[in-house]
């Protein structure tokens, strides 16, 4: 069959097919959800961090030292989201997703923004200028904007066969996406919803008695969202 032909008739079965959808407590994995039809709804905090300044990093550095830069923020934002019991299920450059489901899921998911801001200004932006003078002499510095927000979301599959992967459709993932997307003057690391500020625990809103974050407001999706931002950080121990 021609490829006109082959998109045709999968758009019949995509398309026409009614959804196999099941309440899940856990975020399934990729071959937890069946290809063709299969969906899982949950109620969950997601959470986007994406690195600042990766075009600069590409153009001006050494492909060797971008890749660096790159894997050592990556891989340090996994562990932390990790370490709160954070399922990570999407990749996209210099950005990483985690999902936060269960038990105190809006605490876990904003203590992780707060020390991934720690992680990479205590830890790795140290280490990257030991290792690598050069973006220290051309005046790069490390940077990220962490987003995160809550509510349901229908998570299905796509692709083809043996080239797949879940994708998230509702709001949360969508504005999470978007807050870690916001580029300001001054810059602030960490932006939630207002909502999601509401909902969670008061030790990860105030610490010694101050405030951690700033009631703000932001354009996402057409609006001004209500929002929480903070350059606050959370000691990785």
């Known amino acids: 069959m021609f490829l006109k032909g082959t998109i045709e008739e999968k758009l019949t079965e995509l398309v026409g097919h009614e959804w196999q959808i099941r309440n899940g407590l856990t975020v399934p994995r990729t071959d937890d959800i069946v290809l063709r039809d299969g969906a899982v709804q949950l109620d969950a905090v997601y959470l986007y961090t994406d690195m600042m300044g ?136 960490s932006y939630i919803t207002r909502s999601l500020y509401d909902a969670m625990p008061e030790q990860c809103a105030v610490t010694d008695g101050k405030v951690m974050w700033q009631a703000h407001r932001v354009p996402v999706n057409g609006e001004q969202l209500a929002v929480c931002r903070s350059n606050w950080e959370w000691p990785v121990t």
Not at 71 to 88: E, K, L, Q, S
Not at 112 to 117: C, F, M, P, S, Y
């Open 54 to 189: 990766s075009t600069r990093l590409v153009s001006e550095f050494a492909p060797e030292t971008a890749a660096k830069v790159t894997r050592a923020f990556i891989n340090t934002a996994c562990r932390v989201i990790r370490n709160r019991d954070g399922h990570i299920r999407s990749f996209d450059g210099d950005r990483v997703m985690g999902i936060f489901v269960g038990a105190d899921k809006e605490g876990r998911a904003v203590r992780t923004a707060l020390e991934i801001t720690y992680a990479t200004d205590k830890i790795v932006w140290p280490a990257l200028e030991r290792r690598l003078p050069s973006l220290t002499r051309q005046g790069f510095k490390l940077r990220h904007v962490s987003g995160v927000a809550a509510g349901p979301v229908f998570m299905a599959r796509t692709g083809i066969y043996d080239h797949n992967d879940l994708i998230s459709m509702g709001s949360a993932a969508n504005v999470a996406a978007k807050l870690s997307d916001i580029r300001e003057d001054p810059q602030y690391r």
